[in-house]
């Protein structure tokens, strides 16, 4: 029997439709969000229209919307140039090779302590500067490369502690404006200027410190605190959200959690 053939789903067939939702996700990521969800959606009701037309036989209406989707895939590029530079930027910032997850294996052999990052100094200092209402936002990298944003910033190689953390923030500081990216246990650059998310769930409340940290966290898999200049508040931001905490406890154990 015919419908018998469907079944005949192989290795495969799982592994591409695997890869296929990866890849849909990451074109989701790179859209959410933005004016392109928009087009994105416009150019689906005029494939339906189109498929919807032709089915009907209404020959004129389907060839104008044959003739949209036909133009489409270069109208695709124009329209998704920002997009599709973001999205190549995103898949060749992926270094497996010399991140955490892999590096983690080879500790042992490395026997560099350096590499695992000094959570609780972090989360002490982000308590510290919440009770003097410093400003900070703290970029961790994770598999994602930052290096796209670095650049905007000042490369620094200091080691990640309290003191540190404190005096990078200090609101007379040189370095106090714009975001640090920690990798490993060092503070690898200071005065970061992150992309803005153009989000527009996120409360009104947040301002711009926010808004770039749910920004890079949309694009990237960095995680990232933010301490409120305003309120003291430290936030939890991973994939594009706000992660909710009882305790400063229970923060440092998510943290160590999601490094991992
Ligand atoms: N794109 C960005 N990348 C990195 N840091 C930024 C960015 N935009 C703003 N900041 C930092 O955030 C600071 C304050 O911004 P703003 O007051 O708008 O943020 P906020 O979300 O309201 O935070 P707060 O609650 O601390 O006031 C800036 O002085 C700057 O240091």
């Known amino acids: 029997m015919d419908f018998i053939g469907f079944l005949n789903f192989g290795l495969l067939d799982f592994i591409e439709i695997i890869l296929v939702a990866v890849l849909l996700y990451y074109v989701y990521k790179l859209v959410k969000g933005t004016a392109a969800i928009n087009i994105f959606i ?58 955490r997850s892999f590096v983690k294996h080879f500790r042992f052999l490395k026997q560099d302590a350096n590499t695992e990052t000094d959570i609780e100094s972090i989360v002490e200092a982000c308590a510290k500067m919440a009770t003097t209402k410093t400003g900070a936002i703290i970029v961790i990298e994770r598999n994602n490369s930052l290096d796209f944003v670095k650049d905007s910033g000042d490369t620094m190689g200091m080691d990640v502690n309290i003191p540190t953390l404190e005096s990078i923030f200090f609101k007379n500081s040189p370095l106090h404006d714009g975001a640090i990216i920690i990798e490993g246990n060092r503070v690898t650059a200071t005065r970061v200027i992150l992309p803005v998310s153009k989000e527009t769930t996120i409360p009104q409340r947040f301002g711009l410190r ?3 940290a749910v920004g890079i966290t949309e694009k990237t898999d960095a ?28 923060l440092q154990d998510m943290l160590k959690n999601d490094l991992n």
């Open 42 to 99: 416009g150019i689906v009701i005029i494939f339906i229209a189109w498929k919807a037309t032709e089915a009907l036989e209404m020959k004129v209406l389907s060839n104008i919307f044959g003739g949209f989707i036909n133009v489409g895939i270069i109208a695709l590029f124009i329209v998704f140039q920002q997009e599709i530079r973001k999205f190549l930027l995103m898949v060749g910032s992926t270094n497996f090779a010399t991140k």
């Open 223 to 250: 995680l990232v605190l933010v301490v409120s200049e305003e309120t003291g508040q430290i936030s939890y931001i991973r994939d594009g959200e706000f992660v909710l905490y009882e305790d400063l406890t229970i």
């Open 210 to 212: 926010h808004r770039a």
